[in-house]
């Protein structure tokens, strides 16, 4: 059978969970050939504007809610994520080809200015800056966030490509925040980069998340052609004060890090450890001074 009858017959099993399609022992394709079939899938039936025109109306016919996503991508036999994020990046287009980018600074800086408690001579003193800043940040916001994967890579690349991508963000962070911060190259190491901090050495492990998502303090599942993934060699292993002494969690759209040290993620439970909420990490989001608390403990 090839993959595009496969898909054609799977679609609703594989939008309803893709890791049903984790095991080649028991699927003729697994779920990175499904991905990346889909992928370009997609990237196809965009360059005809027919059928683009035809999938934004079903959107908006569906009332731009999200839930009804699925069922597009069924109907239209794509992945549902891939989907999603092309409708995001659409709409955002659209929203805000109708709107100024320094008239939204001016009005958020103008919403400021109406708190109360807030002295307009403390306005007055940081408006330029802060009119800047919200600019480029607006932009970004304009954008949907840092600009992903235009070239639509192989699955297995773009998961590589953006690992190492966030391991570099956090990187140049660290850098611009006046840390002496290098890369590790071997990729078996537990840690993928290191802080020199008075002469301390300070392991950190970095993950990228995107908006939205949580963390888990777990490597993911070795997978691929071949491998059987529900073999414990094959599972991910916890992550612990022995193999890092500073989880960097980077958001991916915006750049900005969660710096968590080890500390409190060895007080969780196995369970509570695979998922871990980012509301409940929050006091650690751009705390740098994390780098400086581990290193003189």
Same mark, same amino acid.
């Given at each position: 059978?090839?993959?595009?009858?496969?898909?054609?017959?799977?679609?609703? #099993?594989?939008?309803?969970?893709?890791?049903?399609?984790?095991?080649?022992?028991?699927?003729?394709?697994?779920?990175?050939?499904?991905?990346?079939?889909?992928?370009?899938?997609?990237?196809?039936?965009?360059?005809?504007?027919?059928?683009?025109?035809?999938?934004?109306?079903?959107?908006?016919?569906?009332?731009?809610?999200?839930?009804?996503?699925?069922?597009?991508?069924? #109907?239209?036999?794509?992945? #549902?994520?891939?989907?999603?994020?092309?409708?995001?990046?659409?709409?955002?287009?659209?929203?805000?080809?109708?709107?100024?980018?320094?008239?939204?600074?001016?009005?958020?800086?103008?919403?400021?200015?109406?708190?109360?408690?807030?002295?307009?001579?403390?306005?007055?003193?940081?408006?330029?800056?802060?009119?800047?800043?919200?600019?480029?940040?607006?932009?970004?916001?304009?954008?949907?966030?840092?600009?992903?994967?235009?070239?639509?890579?192989?699955?297995? !690349?773009?998961?590589?490509?953006?690992?190492?991508?966030?391991?570099?963000?956090?990187?140049?962070?660290?850098?611009?925040?006046?840390?002496?911060?290098?890369?590790?190259?071997?990729?078996?190491?537990?840690?993928?980069?290191?802080?020199?901090?008075?002469?301390? !050495?300070?392991?950190?492990?970095?993950?990228?998340?995107?908006?939205?998502?949580?963390?888990?303090?777990?490597?993911?599942?070795?997978?691929?052609?071949?491998?059987?993934?529900?073999?414990?060699?094959?599972?991910?292993?916890?992550?612990?004060?022995?193999?890092?002494?500073?989880?960097?969690?980077?958001?991916?759209?915006?750049?900005?890090?969660?710096?968590?040290?080890?500390?409190?993620?060895?007080? !969780?439970?196995?369970?509570?450890?695979?998922?871990?909420?980012?509301?409940?990490?929050?006091?650690?989001?751009?705390?740098?001074?994390?780098?400086?608390?581990?290193?003189?403990?």
């Amino acid at each position: 059978m090839t993959i595009e009858d496969f898909v054609e017959q799977n679609i609703v #099993k594989i939008n309803s969970g893709i890791n049903a399609f984790k095991d080649a022992r028991v699927n003729e394709y697994i779920d990175v050939d499904i991905k990346n079939y889909l992928q370009a899938k997609l990237s196809k039936d965009l360059q005809n504007e027919t059928t683009a025109a035809l999938l934004l109306c079903d959107l908006i016919a569906n009332d731009y809610v999200k839930a009804k996503i699925v069922d597009i991508a069924n #109907k239209f036999v794509l992945y #549902k994520p891939h989907l999603e994020k092309y409708f995001q990046a659409t709409v955002f287009k659209k929203v805000f080809s109708k709107l100024g980018i320094d008239d939204l600074a001016n009005k958020t800086i103008d919403y400021i200015a109406e708190v109360p408690t807030i002295d307009d001579l403390e306005i007055k003193f940081i408006k330029s800056n802060l009119k800047s800043l919200v600019s480029k940040c607006l932009y970004v916001a304009s954008q949907g966030g840092f600009t992903a994967d235009l070239q639509h890579t192989d699955y297995g !690349l773009r998961v590589a490509n953006e690992g190492d991508s966030a391991q570099f963000f956090f990187i140049a962070r660290a850098m611009l925040a006046g840390f002496n911060c290098s890369n590790v190259d071997v990729r078996s190491s537990r840690y993928d980069a290191i802080v020199d901090f008075n002469s301390k !050495l300070i392991r950190i492990q970095v993950k990228g998340i995107t908006a939205g998502s949580n963390i888990s303090f777990f490597d993911r599942d070795r997978g691929g052609q071949g491998i059987d993934h529900t073999h414990e060699r094959n599972r991910g292993q916890r992550i612990t004060k022995a193999d890092c002494d500073i989880y960097v969690a980077v958001d991916k759209q915006v750049g900005t890090c969660y710096l968590i040290p080890m500390s409190f993620a060895d007080e !969780l439970d196995a369970e509570d450890a695979k998922n871990v909420k980012l509301t409940e990490v929050a006091k650690y989001l751009e705390r740098w001074q994390t780098i400086i608390d581990v290193a003189t403990q």
